[in-house]
Each structure stands twice: as C-alpha cells, then as structure tokens.
C-alpha cells in the first residue's frame, strides 16, 4: 500500500521555464509535507516543507502548493536552471509521535539548456 | 550545523557476512534518528527509528536490526547478509524544523 506517490517517474524542462513536480498522498494522518532533492550516490538534501494549516509555501525559486481536499501536493521551481536537475522526493509526516517520514518513488527532472 | 555522518561510503560484502553500519549525529538537540534504505531506481523505504539510547522501532521484517549504545550514535547491523539487502543506506536526525536533514549513505553490494 503507497501512502505517497509520485506518478511521473521523469520530467524534462527547458531552462528558464518553470518545472512542476506532482505528489499524491492517501492518508488523512499526514499534517506535514516535504520536498527534498537528491543526487546519485549521495544523501537527499531537504528543499521545502508545508504544513497542512497552510496551502502554499514559498522560498526563492520554489513553491509548494498543498490541496488538502485532494490530498495532492505539487513543487513549483521557476526559472529552472540546469543545476535543479535531480530526483525529487515527496515525503509525508505526523507530526505527532516519530514523525516518520514515508517518500514517494521520486521523478526525476532534467533541465535542457 | 546539523551533520550527519556515515561510513564506509561504499562496501562489498560475500553473501552470509556480518555487516556494521555507523552513524553519528552532530548540531542537533533532538534525540530521533533513523535508518532508511533505497533499493535501485526505487523510494526511500524507512527501516528503524530511534528516539533515545536503547530505544529502537523496527518498521519492516527482515534480516537487519539497529542498535542505539549512546545518544548520537545509531548503527545498522547484520549477522548474516542477504542478497537482497544490497541498497542504498541513509541514515537521517531530525532538525529544528521538523525535516529530517541525511547523511551522505553507504552503498552496500552483496555478492
């Protein structure tokens, strides 16, 4: 059972526009959203989080929107630029209790110069 | 700085070899660290976590276990390693802002 998925196991974005990650997630526990990137052989690096109080969050060039009735979150990054290409992660949390984290499959972007 | 290290980055191990995995913490005063794994081309998947020394939750069966003998120390081990434990292994504390910040992992080969 995936409580986190993340259906589009790659992306392919021309520099400069914006690149948009998509995430879903089933269970209605879940009050906290992260993003991270990751590059091979290497540990994940956390981007941007949300909380379900809130239904977007922004730093920079990043954006999370959360859709709370959906339960759907999506990462906005505009403009892309060639270093943002890596696999990115969905995650989700209670922030109850071990706040263990439960990760989407990632997709993996490309920026093209 | 919230820091996590591990070692070795890279192992290769027989079949039926005994495996230790070490992690430490630095800049963080919360207790909690876990233990994930990423199988090729898949998610991370979480293995154990631990919210104090001695305290250890184990989120999967299978043929590892996690020890926690001091507060900023979390090791991985195995008495006997199976082909299928071969992965990507990350260890991850959590930081001031409820994320949970990684180490640099340790790529294990069982052959």
């Known amino acids: 059972d995936q409580q986190v998925k993340q259906n589009s196991p790659s992306l392919s974005v021309q520099e400069g526009r914006i690149s948009i990650l998509n995430c879903d997630y089933t269970?209605?526990?879940?009050?906290?959203f992260l993003w991270y990137k990751k590059y091979p052989a290497e540990g994940p690096t956390f981007l941007i989080s949300i909380s379900s109080i809130k239904d977007k969050n922004e730093d920079g060039r990043f954006t999370v929107f959360l859709n709370k009735s959906a339960k759907h979150l999506s990462l906005h990054i505009v403009p892309s630029q060639p270093g943002d290409s890596a696999v990115y992660f969905c995650?989700?949390?209670?922030?109850?209790?071990?706040?263990?984290?439960?990760f989407g499959q990632g997709t993996r972007l490309t920026i093209n110069p | 700085s919230q820091t996590i290290h591990q070692w070795p980055a890279t192992l290769v191990q027989p079949v039926g070899s005994p495996l230790s995995l070490e992690c430490t913490v630095e800049g963080t005063s919360n207790p909690n660290l876990y233990w994930y794994r990423q199988a090729a081309g898949r998610g991370l998947q979480l293995l154990f976590y631990s919210v104090g020394i001695g305290q250890i939750s184990s989120e999967v069966p299978q043929n590892l276990s996690a020890s926690r003998p001091q507060d900023r120390q979390f090791i991985l081990s195995s008495k006997k390693l199976l082909l299928s434990d071969s992965g990507f292994y990350l260890c991850a504390g959590l930081g001031s802002y409820n994320e949970q910040f990684f180490g640099p992992g340790t790529r294990l080969t069982v052959l």
């Open positions: 995650a989700a949390s209670a922030l109850q209790g071990a706040q263990k984290l439960v």
């Open positions: 269970n209605s526990m879940f009050d906290y």
